[in-house]
């Protein structure tokens, strides 16, 4: 375990009780949190027993690691309250779980000597006990100062989570693809659920999970490669017959459907997995849904352009 520090937790939001509750359990002594909500009442009672609730200044003079779980926007001007009201001192660690921000949003803290860390557990919580146990495996986006990498990673083993150094310029574009991948898939995944429903579909959700299970598992082994379906394949009809009882059934999914469409499309053409030519009348098909893009043009891959170029053959 790394060295025991008292922990400060503003506020005791969804991560902020749950990470708290992590170390707790490391052997950080966690001596007071911040919250004013119900939720946020109820969360610490639950998963921080005996943990008093104080005002953020106070929360901040108590510890030796002040955790800052608030929301991305809220952080800079709390960081700054924290600061310019004494209650940061020098030598305290202060870490923030946002995954966009690195360590520039923490200046003012840096600036009375605070030892500064970005935190981002890549998970996402839902404030409750059953979050405790994901933090186990769960990889940290960490940016730190050469003094605190030690600390930081010390801190994330504690968790039983696994150290990934980002760089502070590439917070963003980071996160960008934590979101892209785990909040856009719930809203596909929500659509695709919808869409079953109106098919009239009984168990939607028990219908896909075999298949999206199998989908995920071979999407984050093999990439591009593991796309399977109309697209890939060139089945141009299929397609224009999706487009048509989407539009008639589910036109709230058209937008997204499209989009998607047209990123599986450029993706397949881009490594030669589908010829240009049926990508071309794939892309037709869906111009008459939204405005007309170029396709990409291929890169040679040799393999499935034997066996497409064989297929437009026959
Ligand atoms: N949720 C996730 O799955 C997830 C995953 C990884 C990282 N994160 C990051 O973790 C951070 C917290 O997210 P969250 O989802 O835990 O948020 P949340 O559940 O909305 O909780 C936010 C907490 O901050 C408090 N708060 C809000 N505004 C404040 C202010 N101006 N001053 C002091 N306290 C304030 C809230 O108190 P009240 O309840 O009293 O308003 C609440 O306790 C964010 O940076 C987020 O990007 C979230």
């Not at 937790?9 to 509750?21: E, F, K, S």
């Not at 901040?60 to 779980?69: C, E, F, P, Q, W």
């Not at 379906?229 to 036109?251: C, E, F, M, Y």
């Not at 892309?283 to 849904?289: D, N």
Request: proline share 5%.
């Amino acid at each position: 375990m790394s060295h025991t520090l008292s922990v400060g937790v503003v506020g005791a939001g969804r991560v902020g009780a749950v990470l708290a509750a992590g170390l707790r359990a490391a052997g950080h002594p966690v001596v007071a949190a911040a919250g004013e909500s119900d939720a946020s009442r109820r969360r610490a009672a639950e998963l921080l027993p005996g943990v008093p609730l104080r005002k953020p200044s106070d929360v901040s003079r108590a510890a030796d690691l002040l955790l800052l779980t608030v929301p991305d926007d809220m952080l800079p001007n709390v960081v700054r309250v924290l600061a310019d009201s004494g209650a940061i001192r020098e030598g305290q660690v202060v870490a923030h779980t946002s995954g966009r921000h690195g360590l520039a949003v923490l200046a003012p803290a840096a600036a009375v000597g605070a030892r500064v860390i970005a935190l981002h557990p890549a998970m996402t919580f839902t404030g409750t006990a059953v979050d405790i146990d994901r933090l186990r495996g769960c990889v940290f986006g960490l940016t730190a100062g050469e003094g605190e990498r030690e600390l930081a990673a010390g801190l994330v083993a504690d968790l039983g989570g696994t150290a990934n150094w980002v760089p502070e310029e590439m917070r963003t574009l980071y996160h960008a693809g934590l979101a892209h991948g785990a909040n856009h898939l719930v809203t596909l995944v929500s659509e695709a659920m919808g869409l079953l429903a109106a098919a009239g579909v009984d168990d939607p959700a028990g219908t896909l999970r075999p298949l999206l299970d199998a989908a995920l598992d071979n999407a984050l082994a093999h990439g591009d490669a593991a796309l399977t379906g109309p697209i890939v394949r060139g089945d141009v009809k299929t397609v224009a017959a999706h487009l048509k009882d989407i539009s008639a059934n589910a036109p709230d999914t058209l937008p997204s459907y499209v989009a998607m469409a047209w990123a599986t499309l450029d993706r397949s053409v881009t490594d030669g997995r589908l010829l240009p030519i049926q990508g071309q009348k794939i892309a037709t098909v869906l111009s008459a849904y939204g405005e007309r893009r170029v396709l990409p043009s291929r890169v040679e891959h040799t393999g499935s352009m034997e066996r497409t170029e064989r297929s437009e053959q026959a």
